[in-house]
């Protein structure tokens, strides 16, 4: 009996000697991402703020995806960032190799059920992380006559945006319907980087939103030579890097109702630059993916990488984003009417960019 006891172990062993290498310890996230690439669908042209968001992550994300995938961005900007969001929920696989940034108004959207352009579920999207939330802001060229909210109210103020469902059109739509501002929106343009060039080129008096750290990265030399003047940022308190007496969105409101619609879209602001995976992705793909973004966010080459750029790092997680999306895309009716109310551009204040036509060869 002695004999036959101390020779099991000797056959397991003989089992496992058997086996290939590795096996007993695989890891089947990293054996499906080995050898794969992962896409990065940007809402907007190149050069902008989510363009940078975007392509600073994934240029270190991958180390920490088990099996090490490659990376490749495409930008694909349209209709407000819908067609990117859209892509990615009905066309691209879902199989954890395609991720994108989405418009931080877009769960918004789907919660004021604003049309059917939108066709994906941002409830049931997978989301990755935020690199940073910090405030949006609407501003005006230095040379715009308005220094301030009241002055907005008294002029027209022609106001660059790309698209409908875009911060760009919803900040000063807000803005013009609820607090009495008079802004001309004007939409069309590919991104933010063509919105400020049409700004200083005097096409064009102010840009409807942006994250003020987005500016401060992508955009330095207007920052630092004073060329955009803050007039209203969006956050529950204020940015401490913003320049002088910057008003909060939501504190423009004259009476409880309007400071419930402003409250409202503040929240909704205050996703900043999501990162999202579609819906179906498994959920063992998922997980591996939300652990390495929060990786990233304390990678010192990343960390390194986002000071040089002037990138404001202040993460929010996936866990904590998949909650904050389902709030905002929860939505009672009647609270409903009042917002869609307010972020409808009115008659009058609505134009489209006006392009020279080619001319047939």
Do not use: C
């Not at 004999?3 to 099991?8: D, H, I, N, R």
């Not at 319907?177 to 700004?199: F, P, R, S």
């Not at 500016?215 to 969006?234: G, N």
């Not at 404001?312 to 905002?328: C, F, H, M, R, Y």
């Amino acid at each position: 009996m002695k004999k036959a006891v101390m020779a099991l172990p000797a056959l397991g062993l003989a089992v496992f000697a058997g086996l290939p290498a590795g096996t007993a310890s695989a890891d089947p996230v990293a054996d499906f991402y080995k050898g794969k690439q992962v896409k990065m669908y940007i809402r907007t042209a190149a050069g902008g703020g989510y363009d940078l968001d975007a392509r600073l992550l994934m240029r270190h994300m991958t180390r920490h995806i088990p099996g090490n995938p490659s990376a490749l961005n495409i930008n694909m900007p349209g209709g407000g960032g819908l067609k990117a969001v859209n892509y990615v929920a009905k066309v691209a696989p879902r199989d954890g190799t395609v991720l994108t940034i989405v418009g931080g108004t877009i769960p918004m959207y789907q919660g004021l059920q604003l049309g059917d352009k939108l066709t994906a579920d941002m409830k049931a999207f997978n989301w990755i992380g935020v690199i940073s939330t910090t405030n949006r802001v609407l501003a005006v060229w230095h040379t715009s006559p308005a220094k301030t909210v009241a002055d907005m109210k008294k002029r027209t103020i022609t106001i660059g945006a790309t698209g409908a469902g875009s911060p760009s059109v919803i900040l000063p739509a807000v803005l013009n319907n609820v607090v009495g501002t008079k802004l001309k929106i004007i939409t069309g343009y590919q991104g933010g980087t063509e919105i400020d060039a049409a700004m200083e080129k005097g096409e064009l008096e102010g840009r409807g939103s942006n994250p003020w750290s987005s500016w401060v990265s992508s955009a330095p030399r207007l920052v630092q030579e004073k060329l955009v003047r803050p007039m209203v940022q969006v956050g529950f308190k204020a940015d401490p890097q913003l320049p002088g007496v910057v008003p909060l969105l939501q504190d423009l409101g004259e009476t409880p109702e309007q400071t419930e619609i402003l409250v409202y879209a503040t929240k909704a602001f205050m996703t900043g630059f999501p990162f999202a995976a579609a819906q179906g992705v498994p959920a063992d793909r998922v997980k591996a993916l939300r652990a390495a973004f929060d990786a990233t966010m304390k990678d010192k080459a990343f960390l390194d990488e986002a000071a040089r750029m002037r990138v404001d790092v202040g993460p929010t997680s996936g866990v904590e984003l998949q909650k904050l999306i389902a709030d905002i895309v929860t939505v009672s009716p009647a609270l409903r009417e009042k917002v869609v109310a307010a972020i409808t551009p009115p008659g009058g204040y609505y134009g489209k960019i006006e392009r020279p036509k080619k001319k047939k060869q």
